[in-house]
């Protein structure tokens, strides 16, 4: 007769399978998220060369009308920086920087131990 092993506890056994079926959840999971990221990471590498033929064609622009206007005895200036004008409407404590400028600063807490000495 062939020894045989002691039987296991439950509550083992319920750990086990609830492990095994975490182990599948987790698989499935993963699976999905491959996936998903290498969707993702195709789209971005079409936006990047969108972008890089974009800008491309916009160098080669430049340098065609350079070019030309060489060509010609004239000269290209090219487009020029866009500039954005921003006005600060409210600052610190919801006060305009003036109104803040005039207004006393309230005492450091060091300077009123000094004067209650």
Known sequence: MAPTAPPAPASWLKKVEAKKKLAERTKKHNAGALKARIVKQKE????????YRASHAAETSVAAAKKQAAAVGAFY????????FVIR?????????????????????????????
């Not at 971005?44 to 972008?51: C, D, E, F, L, P």
């Not at 200036?77 to 954005?84: D, L, R, S």
């Not at 305009?96 to 009123?112: F, G, L, M």
């Open 44 to 51: 971005m590498v079409q936006r990047i060369a969108s972008h």
């Open 77 to 84: 200036a090219g487009p020029e920086a866009k500039v954005a």
């Open 89 to 117: 409407l409210r600052g610190v404590n919801q006060l305009d920087p003036k109104s803040r400028k005039d207004s006393p600063a309230p005492p450091h807490p060091s300077d009123q131990q000094r004067c209650v000495r």
